[in-house]
């Protein structure tokens, strides 16, 4: 019924340790400020000598996050490269593998830094008056990101004493067009555009500059634009449309020789992510083909660059692409796709004939790179109790071998949680349940395995609402969090998660708290049957979509719950599409604007059903929350306070639809304990 996908972590270390607790240390239960401090890899690069580079976050100060780089020598020797913590943006190779360049800060100099990789200080090729991202270095040049007013282009100074000058003449913002918060800010008047820097002329160029953003906003990254093998072709995503709070069309657009064309312009929904073939010959990227819908299944397509033909080789998966590579002989492609909270890898042929086959077991594959002789995949994998390791694949036999242990001492004093995936009846269609699935994190004793006791349990929905848990570890929302204390985490995948099959996630647009709630509450149901789960002590909360689902619940589920936590939860989603920066999102989930649908905005904001609403919540914001503005969890709290049902508003001022601080990270985690506690622990 149940499988134990994670319970302990090896500790056999492959390289040296970069210790995180002391060897003494007693087992103690996990907290949020364990997780926080762990060291976490998120980019990796092989160099041609056959070592690694690493981007690795650690916990700096309380305020913030601290970002450096490793070499990971193919003996296993870890050494650390940048010590200041303040790398900003992503850092590239020199195509000899001798040096790399980054974005960074030296002694109150801000720029582009060469740092030799056999030692020696970095030194500022570039310094910049203005930020700087998404690097790449492609022969004797180094492409990279800058917000720039058009009009100013490569006088970077320029862009900056505008600001500057903008800000001494009034602290007004003037619009004439929507898409002025993209996310968590306002929009000053620049856009991302993309140059180059030669180091031989110590010219830049501009490659790509107008009124677009390369990489997009506010998710896109280096992944956004690729360089030819030869050099003499770039080809990036943007978004053209002048109408960018409607579009999801983002294309890809290809520049040769100073001129550029538009290598998707038929399909009018989403293409991003270009990577050339080795040979050239050939652009795979990441697509999606229904107009406006952002959660459309994510398909593989390769334009032969001569003939300009587009083919699509996954038509026949059902499941979103997530990441590839390309294989060195360019004939074919290593994909990752999402399956039941796991990514499976795919080998992909170009040959339509020849199809995809899966790759061995499922796990939680990122950061692909493949060997040049093509027998090994170099690759990350982490679950929901371990930080992401470097791993080297045999792809003739599956057998991986880990090369990186950064965080075993920590985690070998921790008393981590056992790990289940769940499956259970949902909601009825056709007049028969559904099979969902999740994950269950049972919390443990000081023996290290499961609590032989009834515990309380507290549900955490995941955003989207197509969004899903997987066994990865993520960096905010976490069960590890909360199992310390006593709580069984239950995690469900209701209708609209992603890794199901397409027409499970598009069943939950248009029924917002249909499917998805019947989901859920049959996993309380079911749960609640357990001989280790109190079903009679039970909570739940989620953030975004998750916070919206709390919200409902306190409309729908009676006194199901002993208590509910909204985090950034749409409560009036009338008011909600007036004051959101992507007008696409609800107009597609709704059928349309409010006005055209007031029916369908009503009937799913659980603030129309204020009257029903018994259940303390605890509801909590960010002030910099665009997507989901702060005026959601104000009117909740209202409606709440005014029903003079027990309730608590949280705002952090300086957080927006995530909270990224680690102070606020940890005073989240504590808060959310205190209220479980309250009303769980009686």
């Known amino acids: 019924m149940k499988v134990i996908v994670n319970a302990v972590v090896a500790l056999a270390a492959l390289v040296v340790m970069i210790s995180g607790a002391n060897a003494g240390e007693q087992m103690h239960q996990v907290t949020i400020d364990d997780v926080m401090k762990f060291r976490v890899i ?39 490269l940048t010590f200041s913590g303040k790398l900003k943006g992503d850092f590239a190779v020199s195509p000899d593998g001798k040096s790399i360049v980054f974005a960074g800060e030296r002694d109150g100099k801000a720029g582009l830094y060469v740092l030799p990789l056999d030692g020696g200080e970095s030194r500022l090729v570039l310094g910049m008056p203005i930020g700087v991202s998404s690097l790449r270095w ?58 180059a820097f030669d180091f031989a002329t110590g010219v830049v160029d501009p490659v790509a500059s107008g009124d677009f953003d390369v990489p997009t906003v506010p998710w896109g990254g280096v992944e956004d634009y690729d360089i030819s093998p030869d050099g003499k072709s770039v080809c990036y995503t943007a978004k053209k449309d002048p109408k960018k709070y409607l579009s999801t069309n983002d294309d890809l657009f290809e520049v040769t020789g100073g001129k550029e064309k538009n290598l998707t312009a038929k399909n009018l929904a989403s293409d991003r992510a270009p990577r050339y073939s080795p040979d050239g010959k050939f652009i795979a990227f990441l697509s999606q083909e229904k107009p406006g819908y952002e959660s459309d299944r994510i398909l593989l397509k390769v334009i032969d660059r001569k003939r300009g033909e587009v083919v699509s080789l996954t038509d026949a998966l059902d499941n979103w692409v997530m990441d590839f590579v390309w294989a060195a002989d360019s004939q074919s492609l290593i994909a990752t796709v999402a399956r039941e909270g796991h990514r499976v890898l795919y080998r992909v042929s170009l040959n339509k004939r020849t199809g995809f086959t899966p790759m061995f077991d499922s796990g939680m594959y990122r950061n692909l790179i493949l060997s040049a002789d093509g027998k090994t995949l170099f690759h990350t994998r982490e679950t ?39 499956r259970w009846d949902g909601a009825k269609v056709d007049g028969v349940p ?25 549900v955490m929905v995941h955003g989207g609402p197509q969004g899903a848990w997987e066994n990865s570890m993520h960096p ?44 859920i509450m049959g996993m309380v149901d079911y749960l609640s049957k357990d001989s280790l789960i109190d079903g009679s002590s039970v909570a739940a909360m989620g953030g975004s979509y998750g916070g919206y689902m709390a919200n409902w619940m306190e409309a729908k589920a009676g006194t199901r719950f002993k208590c509910l936590i909204s985090h950034a939860g749409p409560a009036d989603l009338e008011i909600m599409y007036g004051t959101t920066d992507e007008l696409w999102f609800p107009e597609y989930e709704f059928r349309g604007p409010p006005w055209a649908e007031p029916e369908e905005y009503r009937k799913w904001s659980p603030l129309s059903y204020v009257m029903d609403f018994k259940t303390p919540m605890l509801v909590m914001h960010g002030a910099n929350d665009f997507r989901v503005p702060l005026e959601q969890a104000l009117a909740m709290f209202t409606a709440l306070k005014r029903r003079n049902i027990d309730s608590r508003l949280v705002v952090f001022p300086d957080e927006d639809h995530f909270v990224n601080t680690p102070k606020n990270r940890r005073f989240w985690y504590r808060t959310v304990n205190e209220w479980l506690d309250k009303y769980l622990k009686k």
């Not at 092989?46 to 981007?55: A, E, N, T, W």
């Not at 862009?159 to 602290?171: A, F, G, I, P, W």
């Not at 694949?393 to 242990?405: I, V």
């Open 434 to 458: 559904q099979r969902a699935h999740g994950f269950l994190a049972r919390p443990v004793g000081a023996d290290g395995k499961a609590l032989k006791k009834k515990v309380p349990l507290v």
């Open 476 to 519: 905010r929302w976490t069960p590890l969090g909360l199992t310390g204390n006593g709580y069984a985490v239950a995690m469900p995948n209701p209708t609209g998660s992603f890794g199901y099959k397409q027409d499970f996630v598009n069943k939950v647009s248009t029924d917002w708290g249909g499917r998805a709630y019947e989901d």
């Open 138 to 195: 492609a022969g004797n040049k180094v492409y990279f990101s800058a917000a720039v007013f058009p009009d100013c282009g490569i006088d970077f100074e320029c862009t900056r004493k505008r600001l500057e000058q903008k800000k001494d003449v009034t602290s007004a913002m003037v619009y004439d067009d929507l898409y002025v918060r993209p996310w968590s800010s306002w929009w000053d008047g620049t856009r991302n555009n993309l140059f």
């Open 384 to 422: 929901i109790t371990t930080p992401p390791e470097v791993y080297a694949m045999d792809l003739a036999t599956g057998a991986a071998r880990q090369l990186t242990n950064l965080n075993g001492e920590a985690l070998k004093n921790l008393l981590l949680p056992e790990i289940e995936q769940i």
């Open 42 to 80: 998120n980019n990796v690069s092989l160099l041609p000598s056959g070592d690694f580079i690493l981007r690795v976050q650690d916990w700096g100060t309380d305020r913030s996050f601290a970002k450096d780089l490793y070499l990971l020598g193919a003996d296993g020797r870890l050494r650390q």
